[in-house]
């Protein structure tokens, strides 16, 4: 028997990245967990590049900006950090950007990031590419 939640009940947290979000929070403090936060932060950015997501270019923008000055405070492996800060700033530029960004992030992570995240990463791919109107 199913019992419903009672009417005080907090709704269930949900992430649009769940993998990512499960890989950061089971990982010891550390490296593996600082590349899994960061690239959670910067595979929501480049979701929200997509035009469904309505977010201005302004504003885009201004989450680059807060990103970049965040990310420059992890302990990041030196082939991650550039490779994230190029998808965070390709956010706010175009989807090809975004994609191509965000392919080179799968390839300095890939050691990094389980299998489930990185499907994750694939599938956003697919969608970015898939919105590319010069595709």
Do not use: C
């Not at 504003?59 to 994230?84: F, H, M, S, Y």
């Amino acid at each position: 028997m199913i019992v419903p939640n009672p009417p005080y009940a907090l709704a269930p947290t949900t992430f649009r990245f769940p993998a990512l979000a499960q890989l950061a929070g089971r990982t010891p403090l550390g490296g593996q967990r600082e590349v899994a936060l960061a690239t959670y932060v910067a595979a929501r950015l480049a979701h929200d590049a997509l035009p469904e997501r309505g977010l201005t270019d302004a504003i885009r923008t201004e989450r680059v900006l807060g990103a970049k000055t965040w990310l420059a405070n992890l302990a990041l492996p030196a082939p991650v950090r550039p490779a994230l800060v190029r998808l965070v700033e390709a956010s706010a530029v175009g989807l090809e950007q975004t994609a191509e960004a965000l392919r080179s992030v799968i390839v300095v992570t890939a050691t990094l990031l389980d299998s489930k995240a990185k499907l994750e990463l694939d599938q956003l791919v697919a969608a970015l590419s898939l919105h590319d109107p010069q595709r």
